[in-house]
C-alpha cells in the first residue's frame, strides 16, 4: 500500500509543489539546511542502520559526502529508507535530493524516468545464492531449471532473471516480495530455493540468515549491474555537485589524500594535490562549482576517500569482506576512474 | 390556485441578493465551477510538472514488453507480454481471490451467525469466541498469521504430506492431481449443462405443482441425480477419456499435477476469516430483526424448525442482511490488496511492479484506482440486483 500512497503523494506534489522544485536544488538544500538522502530499507555494507540507529555503508556515506561539499559538515544529512518500488517516484517527486540506493543505471531510467546517474560508486553483476546444505548436488547456475526463486520486484534482477532463464531455456517458479526483509524471510523459511540478486547484497544477507555457512553464492554473474546514485534531470549544478563529489573520492584517493593526512596534504608540494584541495592562490574550482573551495577536504575529512569508504563498509574492514576487484582505481587495474579536478 | 400562486411569488419580492431560489443557484453555480476548476488545475499542475522533470507520459507505455515473469498467471503470460496484460494479470488474480473469498467467506459467516443464535451452549460459545477473535484482529496480521505461522511451518517439498488421491502438502503449497481432459470430453460437459438445465426445469415444474396442488415432490435428490447422473453416463458412453497428471518430486520441487501457492491459500483463508466474522454478525443482526411473532406463527402452522428458518426467517432475514453484506464484500475486494505483503500477484503487486519498470507512478495509480473503482461497482450492482428480488414487494 505505501507505495500507492506515495504514488499519489508524488502526483500531488508534482501538482502542487511547482514553484518549490523549480529553485534549484542547491538552494532548496543550503535553505532547509540538510540533504534528504534516498537509501534502501537495508542493506549491508550499501545502507543499513547500526545499532544505534544511524546509518551505514557506501550509499549512505556518499551523501554524507555531498552534505561535506556543500554544509563543510558531513552529519547534516537526513535519510529516507525507500523500497525498491518508492525510489523512483521518491526522487521525481523531490521527496529526496539524492538516490543512493544501490540502483542500477539503466537507459530508460536515465531517458523516460527523468533521472540522472552521476556514475559508478560500485560496479555489481547479479548472482544466485543456494543453501548447499538441503541442495548438496547444485554447484552452477545452470542446474537451476524448475528451481523456486526469490526476488524482490520492481527491480532490474526481476527482469535479468526472467532473460537468464529464458535464454537458457530453463524454467522456475518467481516468488516475488515487494520488502527486502520478505524477499530474506521467505528465503530463510525455505519457500524458494534460490535467492538472487546483486552478488554484493547476496554476500551482505547471508550474513544476516539464520546459519550463513549453509549457503553458498554460485559462480555466475549474469549481468552487468553498475549502481551509483541519481539525481532528478534539469538542475545542472546539482546535477554537477553531486557528480563531482564521487569524482573528488575518486581522485583523493588516486592522489594518497586520505582522511588521516588531508590537514598534512594542504602543504604538500605537489602543485596537484595543492590544487584538488583549494590551497591554489585564487582557486575558482570550488566555487564555480558553487560550493567553497575547501570542499574536497571537506569531504575527505567527513568520508575519507573511496578507498577508504569502500574497506570500511565493504572491504577487508567490514564483516563483508569484498575484494575490490573490478572497483579498484584504474590505475590498479581496476574501472574507477575520474576526470581531473582542475 | 390563486392563492398559491401568490405565496409561491413572495419569497421573491424584494432585492435580487436576497432571492433564495437565485441564491441557491449561485452558489450551486459557484461549487461546480471551484470543484471543476481545482480539478482541472490538479490536471494542468501534474501534466506540466512531468513535462518539466522530462518525465515520459500516456498510455502508450502499456504495449511494451513487460520482462518479468509473474507467479501465477490465470491466462497465458511470459515475460515476452506486454506489460497491459501483466496489470490485466494481476487483475484476474484479484478477481480470483475476490470471488472465492466472498463465497467462502459468506458460508463461514452464516454457519458462524446462526450458530450464534444455537440453544446449544458449546456452539453458540465456540461461535462467539470466532466472531470476537477475528473481528478484532487487522486483516494483515491474519495474512501473516495463515503465511508465516500455519503454511512456512509446513515441511520442505522432499518431506511433503502425503495426502490421499495423490496429493500433497508442503511449504510451496497444496498440490494435487490435475484433470487432463482426453477426447470426446465434451460431451461430459454438454451432460452437465443439460443436467443444469433439466433440474431447474424439474425445480420449478415442482413449485408450480406445489403451489397448485399442494403435493411435494423430492427435488433434491431428482436434481443431484441428473446433476451428477447425466455427467456420469457421458463418461462412461463417450470411453472414460478423463485421466489424471500427478504430482511428482523432482530435484527442487514437485511438478506436475495443479499447485495452489501458499501465497494464494494464505490470502484466501486470511480474508475469509476476517470478513466471515463481519458478516456472521450481519446475519445474526438479520436473524435477530425478524419479529419473533413470524416464527410463533409458523410454527403454529406447524412447520418444523429447520423448514421455519428456511422458509420464514432466513427471507424475510436477507432483506435486512444484503445492504451491509455489500459492503463486506467491497472490503474483502479491497482488502485483497495487502496481498503485497506476502507476494502474492494481485492488482496492485502487478501494476506496482509495471509502475516502478516504467515508472509511470501517475497513470499506474490511475489504472489501479480506475479497476479497483470498476470491481466495486460492479459488485455492488449485482448486489442491488439481489437486493432489489429479495426486496419486500408490496401490494
Known amino acids: 500500500m505505501k507505495h500507492i500512497a506515495i504514488g499519489i503523494l508524488g502526483a500531488a506534489t508534482l501538482g502542487l509543489m511547482a514553484s518549490a522544485a523549480s529553485a534549484g536544488t542547491l538552494d532548496t538544500v543550503k535553505a532547509k539546511g540538510f540533504i534528504q538522502c534516498g537509501v534502501s530499507t537495508g542493506l549491508a555494507g550499501f545502507s543499513a542502520p547500526d545499532d544505534k540507529g544511524d546509518w551505514q555503508g557506501i550509499d549512505a556515506d556518499f551523501c554524507r559526502a555531498v552534505a561535506a561539499a556543500v554544509f563543510g559538515d558531513g552529519t547534516k544529512v537526513k535519510f529516507t529508507p525507500l523500497s525498491a518500488k518508492e525510489r523512483f517516484t521518491a526522487l521525481q517527486s523531490g521527496e529526496v535530493d539524492i538516490l543512493s540506493r ?140 553531486v ?40 582557486t575558482k574550482i570550488g566555487t564555480d562549482l558553487g560550493v567553497s573551495n575547501d570542499w574536497v577536504v571537506n569531504i575527505v575529512k567527513a568520508t575519507g576517500n573511496y578507498g577508504e569508504m569502500f574497506d570500511r563498509n565493504v572491504g577487508s574492514g567490514s564483516p563483508l569482506k569484498i575484494a575490490r576487484g573490478i572497483n579498484a582505481l584504474w590505475t590498479k587495474g581496476g574501472l574507477q576512474y575520474a576526470p581531473p579536478i582542475r | 390556485m390563486a392563492s398559491q400562486e401568490i405565496l409561491r411569488e413572495e419569497p421573491s419580492r424584494g432585492s435580487f441578493v436576497n432571492d433564495p431560489r437565485i441564491r441557491g443557484l449561485f452558489f450551486q453555480t459557484l ?53 497491459g496484460r501483466a496489470i490485466v494479470v494481476g487483475l484476474i488474480n484479484t478477481i480470483i481471490v475476490a470471488v472465492a473469498g466472498i463465497i467462502t467467506a459468506t458460508i463461514i459467516g452464516f454457519v458462524i451467525g446462526i450458530g450464534r443464535l444455537s440453544q446449544n451452549w ?71 449443462i443439460v443436467g443444469i438445465a433439466m433440474a431447474w426445469f424439474v425445480a420449478r415444474t415442482a413449485r408450480q405443482r406445489q403451489m397448485a396442488t399442494g ?102 432475514a436477507m432483506r435486512i442482511v444484503i445492504p451491509p453484506l455489500t459492503s463486506q464484500y467491497l472490503n474483502l475486494t479491497k482488502n485483497s490488496s495487502l496481498a503485497i505483503a506476502i507476494g502474492y500477484p494481485d492488482l496492485t503487486a502487478t501494476a506496482g511492479t509495471v509502475l516502478n519498470q516504467t515508472g509511470q507512478a501517475v497513470e499506474g495509480v490511475l489504472i489501479m484506482m480506475i479497476a479497483y473503482l470498476i470491481l466495486s461497482l460492479v459488485t455492488s450492482a449485482v448486489m442491488n440486483v439481489v437486493n432489489a428480488r429479495m426486496a419486500l414487494v408490496e401490494r
Request: hydrophobic share 45%; net charge negative.
Open chain 1, 102 to 241: 544501490n540502483t542500477t543505471w539503466t537507459i530508460n531510467r536515465d531517458t523516460a524516468l527523468g533521472l540522472n546517474f552521476i556514475g559508478v560508486t560500485y560496479y555489481d553483476g547479479q548472482g544466485f545464492m543456494i543453501n548447499a546444505k538441503k541442495l548438496p548436488g547444485v554447484n552452477s547456475a545452470l542446474q537451476l531449471s524448475g528451481a523456486a526463486v526469490c526476488v524482490q520486484s520492481g527491480t532490474t534482477t526481476e527482469l535479468n532473471l526472467a532473460d537468464y532463464f529464458k535464454a537458457n531455456k530453463m524454467e522456475y517458479n518467481p516468488v516475488v516480495f515487494e520488502k527486502l526483509e520478505e524477499v530474506n524471510a521467505a528465503y530463510d523459511a525455505g519457500r524458494c530455493d534460490v535467492y538472487t540478486t546483486d552478488q554484493s547484497g547476496l554476500y551482505g544477507i547471508r550474513l544476516t540468515l539464520g546459519s550463513p555457512a549453509d549457503h553458498v553464492v554460485l559462480p555466475e554473474i549474469i549481468s552487468k549491474e553498475p549502481l551509483g546514485p541519481a539525481v532528478r534531470q534539469g538542475d545542472d549544478q546539482w546535477y554537477h555537485i
Open chain 2, 122 to 192: 458449546l456452539i453458540q460459545k465456540i461461535c462467539t469466541v470466532y466472531v470476537e477473535i477475528f473481528r478484532n484482529i487487522p486483516p494483515l496480521l491474519v495474512i501473516f498469521f495463515w503465511y508465516s505461522g500455519v503454511l512456512a511451518v509446513l515441511p520442505a517439498p522432499r518431506d511433503s504430506y502425503h495426502l490421499p488421491f495423490g496429493s500433497f502438502l508442503n511449504q510451496r503449497g497444496f498440490y494435487f492431481p490435475r484433470a487432463v481432459w482426453g477426447e470426446g470430453s465434451w460431451l461430459i460437459l454438454v451432460a452437465l
Open chain 2, 31 to 83: 461549487v461546480v465551477i471551484v470543484l471543476f476548476g481545482s480539478v482541472w488545475w490538479i490536471v494542468q499542475n501534474v501534466i506540466d510538472n512531468l513535462q518539466r522533470l522530462h518525465i515520459a507520459s500516456g498510455f502508450g507505455f502499456l504495449k511494451g514488453r513487460a520482462g518479468f515473469d509473474i507467479s501465477d498467471t490465470p491466462i497465458a503470460y511470459t515475460s515476452d507480454s506486454t506489460y
Open chain 1, 243 to 282: 557528480k563531482w563529489t564521487y569524482f573528488a573520492l575518486l581522485d583523493a584517493e588516486e592522489l594518497g589524500i586520505t582522511k588521516a593526512n588531508v590537514d598534512e596534504m594542504k602543504n604538500s608540494a605537489s602543485p596537484e594535490i595543492k590544487r584538488v584541495l583549494g590551497q591554489e592562490a585564487d
Open chain 2, 215 to 316: 403435493q411435494q415432490f423430492p427435488v433434491f435428490w431428482t436434481s443431484a441425480a441428473l446433476i451428477v447422473g447425466l455427467p456420469l453416463l457421458a463418461y462412461v458412453l463417450s470411453g472414460f477419456p478423463l485421466s489424471f497428471d500427478l504430482p511428482k518430486q523432482s530435484t527442487f520441487n514437485l511438478t506436475g499435477g495443479f499447485q495452489v501457492k501458499p501465497e494464494f491459500l494464505s490470502l484466501y483463508l486470511a480474508l475469509s476469516c476476517y470478513t466471515a466474522a463481519f458478516i456472521a454478525e450481519i446475519v445474526r443482526a438479520g436473524i435477530r430483526g425478524v419479529s419473533k411473532g413470524q416464527t410463533e406463527a409458523a410454527a403454529a402452522l406447524g412447520l418444523r424448525s429447520g423448514s421455519i428458518l428456511r422458509l420464514v426467517v432466513v427471507p424475510q
